[in-house]
DNA sequence: GACCAGGCACATC
DNA sequence: GATGTGCATGGT
């Protein structure tokens, strides 16, 4: 069979369904795919929450208050002023062009979405395919730094190889199916977080040891 | 205290 | 086209 689907059966058989995007509702998952980049997402959680409570997890709200009210809500989630102006730029564009509605958004194509969204800046391929995947629910494969580590790892492509290339591989033999994309990334960060760490290359507990 | 975390834009060569 | 750097908090 092919590994990479090897891969996906394995990590599914012990692990089961993920329920991701860990956020309850579309915006909410566009905000945390900005605030997560390059970040725990535990970090991102209180960020998140403390938007929450001050009942501000709307477009036209978030981008209503000052950019130094925002600076500090998003604090705990890292590089907060750098982020805060990624935000206001995203809410700006998604209410210009789409009246803050998810629904429009949803109108467009995946490739017209993937570009639309590339052009705003702060805005980048994960980021971008993220948003695709699991706030619009169109089948896009979500390439991070654990896939292609892992990947890299079991001998698929090098450290460093080109994004679209790696998402190549996914596109290329998986049926193109939202739940199956999104559950296949998932399980993909949870076995990098608990197997998979940066500077030691033996994962001796990871499920994929053998493939 | 070092190292890492669900990236991205920009500078420089 | 490849490679390096700034951005920043919080957990291990």
Excluded at 13 to 38: D, R, V, Y
Excluded at 74 to 93: C, M, Q, T, V, W
Excluded at 145 to 153: E, G, P, V
């Amino acid at each position: 069979m092919n590994k990479i689907i090897k891969i996906y059966t394995t990590l599914y058989k012990s692990f089961g369904p993920q329920h991701w995007w860990p956020g309850e509702t579309p915006f909410e998952i566009m905000i945390g795919a900005i605030l997560t980049q390059n970040t725990n997402w535990k970090n991102v959680e209180k960020a998140i929450s403390n938007i929450k409570n001050k009942d501000l997890l709307d477009p036209f709200k978030l981008n209503s208050i000052s950019n130094n009210e925002l600076q500090t809500l998003i604090k705990p989630s890292g590089f907060y002023r750098l982020k805060a102006k990624r935000l206001k730029n995203f809410l700006e564009y998604f209410i210009k062009d789409f009246n803050g509605s998810i629904e429009n958004m949803k109108k467009l194509d995946r490739d017209k979405l993937r570009d639309y969204l590339l052009s705003i800046k702060g805005i980048g391929k994960e980021t971008a395919d993220s948003i695709i995947l699991y706030a619009l629910s169109k089948a896009i494969f979500v390439v991070d730094t654990y896939t292609q580590r892992i990947l890299s790892r079991h001998n698929l492509i090098k450290l460093g190889e080109d994004y679209e290339l790696i998402q190549s591989i996914f596109h290329n033999t998986l049926p193109e199916n939202v739940k199956l994309f999104n559950e296949y990334h998932a399980l993909l960060v949870k076995i990098g977080k608990e197997f998979c760490f940066k500077n030691s290359p033996l994962c001796d507990k990871c499920p994929l040891k053998h493939l």
